[in-house]
């Protein structure tokens, strides 16, 4: 008897994983040649000592994360400081931004889609073309489009400010770049979302006489909660994903205090071609962003139980 | 009746408040764009023009002529377009099979695998391209171009994309196959269907909305790739890809930004076109369909 249900399980097993075969196996080939396996290469080289061009890798345990956290002059504290206030930043930026104009185009009875397409734009432009625009934008001397309308035309300083090359006015510009790229997707999403509310709520809310605003406060924000709670995951996710807008915008200057993670590690690895560093600053990366998933998923988890309940 | 009318009225004056307070945002936001766009126009002069331009002072092509009749912009659209079309179009198959793998087959392991591929995307990906590029070159292939491995050659760039692609678009797909109703599939499977009819027959067509705005990311996305590019073909001249060639401009000709900004409004035109074509027939599309019958 007991070997029967151990044969009928074994049947089971093996009728899925034949029924799964086909639909499985090219991607999952894929996934493990060019993902997987390298994957654990780099983990690899995060304790070794890897020289590329002899192709050596030597175990030393720890040093590189070592060196990494405790070297002098060492920009990786700066580095994810800078990813948590990207996050900070930008995100609370792009959810009320792409609520805002998501709510307003809803709203419109005509021309739905020339705003949908126009806030859109940023997002679907490539990142080396925004970043090659925003250099110049924030270009240092007069020619920089923001120096010219704080100075020249508000008056507001005397000075050209150099935003590229300070920690702050670098990070700034920075932030602003990620909000300007990101709002047109949040809005998006949240057109998406407002779509599912029906208008009857609307209607039964203006009837007792709610303003735009309170309809707004009252109907829009808590029903699209599960969107908002979407977008939050995927900003601050992607706030360690930060790289090109560091690259071509300030690399890191003045001495790394605008570096984050990703550009850490590039510079790392394919400026100073310390592999088994910048291994370690990609596993710690990972890290970080593992935790983060982890608790965004149990907090926002645990809030959707709490909603479920009330209704 | 007159009560009806001034609510009208009402309505459109909102509606007109509306418009003008987008257009306003709007216009705020595409400063970037009428700033490249003004500035594609110009004519060369060193450094940019002060005061800075965002509406342009004459309509010159002189810059755009220059760039269409560079041979290696013809070499690097055909390219770009041949890439992202082939990477788009085998990502499509290899990731709507996996997805329904995962959503519709039970199979031990299904779940710890999947988890696998989600661990994968969280680990910064482009530490990767070393280790790919030691395997692309072990992979030596017994076609003409491909003896010496796949380093440098167009099979290795795309095979690269493709895999890349998998694990996040097998999610994205996943979620959205669950969230079918199982009633049809379980009707054909009565009818003596196999899995490969509930997902071609069922799965595919009721997905259409799903699979466009993952086609449509994708392939914007393998369009302004430019890392894993530029680290694979490196010296083949012959791959050079648009954003390679973009990145090249702005290098070699820092002061010409008038070059760089007019193949920058070259390369972005075949995506906003492609985004406009395809925008009502994916997920945004049918929300506004849904939006007109109300």
């Known amino acids: 008897m007991p070997y029967d249900i151990k044969k009928r399980k074994w049947k089971k097993y093996r009728k899925g994983i034949l029924a799964a075969l086909p639909f499985i196996t090219p991607g999952l080939v894929l996934v493990c040649i060019f993902v997987l396996y390298p994957m654990l290469f780099t983990f690899r080289i995060a304790f070794s000592d890897y020289q590329i061009v002899k192709r050596e890798i030597t175990w030393i345990g720890f040093e590189n994360f070592i060196s990494v956290l405790t070297a002098k002059n060492s920009s990786f504290w700066y580095a994810i400081r800078n990813n948590f206030l990207y996050a900070f930043v930008t995100t609370p930026c792009i959810i009320f931004l792409g609520m805002f104009f998501a709510y307003l185009i809803n709203n419109l009875s005509k021309g739905k889609t020339i705003f949908k397409v126009g806030f859109y734009l940023p997002v679907i432009t490539s990142w080396v073309i925004v970043g090659l625009v925003f250099q110049y934008l924030f270009n240092s001397s007069n020619r920089g489009l923001i120096n010219y309308v704080i100075v020249d035309v508000l008056h507001l300083t005397k000075n050209y400010i150099p935003w590229l090359l300070r920690e702050w006015t670098g990070n700034t510009a920075i932030w602003i770049m990620g909000i300007w790229k990101n709002t047109g997707w949040a809005m998006l999403i949240y057109t998406a979302a407002l779509q599912g509310i029906s208008k009857d709520l609307y209607e039964a809310a203006s009837l007792d006489g709610a303003s735009s605003w309170q309809r707004f406060k009252r109907i829009v924000i808590p029903m699209v909660k599960p969107t908002t709670y979407f977008v939050l995951v995927n900003m601050v996710i992607g706030s360690f994903n930060v790289f090109i807008q560091v690259m071509l915008l300030t690399s890191g200057k003045p001495n790394g205090t605008t570096s984050v993670l990703q550009y850490l590690l590039y510079d790392k690895a394919f400026n100073q071609f310390k592999f088994g560093e910048a291994s370690a600053i990609g596993l710690m990366t990972a890290i970080t962003i593992i935790i983060l998933t982890v608790i965004l998923n149990r907090g926002l988890k645990l809030d959707t139980v709490d909603k479920e309940e009330t209704v | ?219 914007q996305g393998i369009w302004e790739e430019y ?46 076109i492609l985004f406009i074509l395809f925008q009502r027939k994916t997920v945004i599309g049918g929300l506004s369909e849904g939006s007109v019958k109300q």
């Open chain 2, 227 to 272: 890392f894993t590019a530029k680290i694979l073909l490196g010296a083949n001249e012959a791959m050079i890809t648009l954003p390679m060639l973009l990145q090249r401009l702005n290098g070699e000709h820092a002061t010409r930004w008038e070059w760089v900004f007019a193949a920058s409004i070259l390369i972005q035109i075949p995506v906003i």
């Open chain 2, 1 to 219: 009746m007159r009560k009806f009318k001034g609510k009208k009225a009402t309505e459109r004056v909102g509606q007109g408040i509306l418009w003008i307070f987008l257009l306003f945002a709007l216009a705020i936001f595409s400063v970037p764009y009428l700033f490249m766009i003004s500035n594609s126009f110009e004519k060369f002069s060193f450094s940019l023009p002060f005061p800075p331009r965002i509406f342009p002072k004459q309509i010159i092509f002189d810059a755009y002529r220059y760039i269409l009749g560079l041979d290696i912009f013809t070499v690097a659209f055909r390219n770009s377009v041949i890439n992202t079309v082939l990477t788009v179009a085998i990502e499509l198959l290899v990731a709507t099979l996996s997805a329904y793998g995962f959503a519709r087959i039970k199979f031990p392991g299904r779940e710890v695998l999947f988890k696998i591929y989600l661990l994968t995307l969280m680990v910064p990906g482009f530490l990767n391209i070393i280790p790919q590029f030691i395997t692309l070159g072990a992979i030596k292939l017994p076609f003409p171009g491909l003896k010496e491995g796949l380093v440098g050659t167009r099979p290795g760039l795309i095979l690269i994309y493709v895999a890349t692609g998998i694990c996040g678009h097998t999610f994205f797909l996943r979620n959205f196959f669950r969230g079918l109703p199982d009633a049809l599939s379980e009707s054909v499977i009565m009818d003596g269907g196999t899995h490969m009819t509930i997902f071609t027959r069922i799965m595919l067509p009721l997905s259409k909305p799903a699979i466009g705005t993952m086609t449509i990311f994708a392939l």
